[in-house]
């Protein structure tokens, strides 16, 4: 009950700023939107793929609502007035998932709503995958929770911004892999980003043959490690801003 009674808080602290939300889902939208108008000869713009790539892309905003919700509270030290209730930092981790939950999945409605009225086919595989795209989500929730941690409110933002480039130039939602040259076509592999993007695509369209072992392999391991590391992060944070 604690924990839903903070993920509510956290949910109507978000949407204290409409004005974020609305970019977050407006320029991904545009973007989907805007590209379907240019009829760019290129696999990588047409809608099957394109549409899984603006809901990651989508999901780096995430990390950046994530982390400035966390390094505000910090700063307004209601960590530390909540440090005294029986709540672990597990319970704190939830909440601020549960919090995030709503926002992905109208950001992703929305996302498919607009890619079946651009001409993309609807089919159980769209359900399939906006259910899918919250598992990935926790990656991006847990990197936000994670910077906002170890970083001031002001300085979340910017360092948000970083994972924001790292999904345009490392997913493949705008440039394959084999194009961009062996070098960063292998810092593309072992990054979280382009596997997320390659299971979400082979879900949507219902081919898994496409998704393979070492997608699946690196994507648990950095939300594994991501979630680890934002609880053991956390719980130093909360022990030492209480000193």
Sequence with gaps: MRTLNFAKRNFKEITR??????????LPLFL????????????????ENFTPGIVIF??????????MLISKDRTTSLLIRLAISPMT????????????????????????????????????????????SIIIA???ICIGIIIGSISSEKASSGISSIIVQLVCFTSGMY?????????????CEYLPFESSLT??????????????????????????????????????KMISDNK
């Design 17 to 26: 700023d409409p004005l974020s939300l609305i970019f977050a889902v407006i």
């Design 32 to 47: 989907l939107f805007i590209f379907q108008q240019f009829n760019i000869p290129n696999e990588s713009y047409n809608l």
């Design 58 to 67: 989508g999901f780096s905003f995430i990390t950046l609502f994530t982390a």
């Design 89 to 132: 930092p597990k319970d704190y981790i939830l909440g601020y998932m549960l919090s995030i939950i709503p926002i992905i999945l109208i950001q992703n409605i929305l996302f498919f709503i607009l890619a079946i009225c651009l001409g993309l086919s609807f089919s159980i595989n769209i359900i399939w995958a906006i259910l899918v």
């Design 138 to 140: 926790i990656l991006f």
């Design 175 to 187: 440039f394959p892999k084999e194009t961009l040259g062996d070098v960063f076509g292998k810092i």
């Design 199 to 236: 299971i979400l695509k082979g879900i949507m369209s219902n081919n898994l043959n496409s998704i393979k072992t070492r997608n699946v392999i690196i994507f648990v391991i950095y939300t594994v490690t991501a979630l680890v590391i934002s609880i053991a992060v956390f719980r130093k």
